[in-house]
T-cell receptor, first 117, second 112 residues
Framework: DGGITQSPKYLFRKEGQNVTLSCEQN?????MYWYRQDPGQGLRLIYY???????QKGDIAEGYSVSREKKESFPLTVTSAQKNPTAFYLC????????????????FGQGTRLTVV | DAKTTQPNSMESNEEEPVHLPCNHS???????IHWYRQLPSQGPEYVIH???SNVNNRMASLAIAEDRKSSTLILHRATLRDAAVYYC?????????????FGKGTRLSVIA
């Protein structure tokens, strides 16, 4: 079945270390997104990519980096510059714009819970 | 995307209908109204969307006010599995793949 997969589900990191979260989709979606969610809060946008080899900063991009070398993959690196990285990270994807009127909108992964120890 | 306003929390008894309101007074003529829900410790999932007419699917119904400044997500018989945060989001399909903007949503509690 088509879907969007995030790994790992739980991740522990020591302070000062970089860590990369994986996001893969087999939905043939063009756009992919990374969100961060803190307890009791809504989702905040970190980065998004509308096409391969291109991406844009979201509202809270500082301390994060991304790449989009393949359509199916959009990994997120949490760098040591991110001051408070402990959070729930969600990856999402959407199809081409003209399909979205008829089809369902965004598909989300199950998330990665990152804890800094 | 235009802003939406939802109550922070709501409570319902199991097997009773639930009406989740959303205000969007600055909605534009081309904005679709989308609802997503997020079960505990999971990613959000699409529920329903509409433009002007009321919509029904297997998960829920969406009632849209005539002036489109508000809408209501209706769960016909709440179950314990419906306990989640429900997000109301406006999307203009002509805006390209711009990201979904999430507010804090409404946390629905279902009582057995």
């Amino acid at each position: 079945d088509g879907g969007i997969t995030q790994s790992p589900k739980y991740l522990f990191r020591k302070e000062g270390q970089n860590v990369t979260l994986s996001c893969e989709q087999n939905l043939n979606h063009d756009a992919m997104y990374w969100y961060r969610q803190d307890p009791g809060q809504g989702l905040r946008l970190i980065y998004y990519s509308q096409i391969v080899n291109d991406f844009q900063k979201g509202d809270i991009a500082e301390g994060y980096s991304v790449s989009r070398e393949k359509k199916e993959s959009f990994p997120l690196t949490v760098t040591s510059a991110q001051k408070n990285p402990t959070a729930f990270y969600l990856c999402a994807s959407t199809p081409r714009a003209y399909q979205r009127i008829l089809n369902t909108e965004a598909f989300f992964g199950q998330g990665t819970r990152l804890t800094v120890v | 995307d235009a802003k939406t306003t939802q109550p922070n929390s709501m409570e319902s008894n199991e097997e009773e209908p639930v009406h989740l309101p959303c205000n969007h007074s600055t909605i534009s003529g081309t904005d679709y109204i989308h609802w997503y829900r997020q079960l505990p410790s999971q990613g959000p999932e699409y529920v329903i969307h509409g433009l002007t007419s009321n919509v029904n699917n297997r998960m829920a119904s969406l009632a849209i006010a005539e002036d489109r400044k508000s809408s209501t997500l209706i769960l016909h018989r709440a179950t314990l599995r419906d306990a989640a945060v429900y997000y109301c989001i406006l999307r203009d399909p002509n805006s390209g793949n711009t990201p979904l903007v999430f507010g804090k949503g409404t946390r629905l509690s279902v009582i057995a």
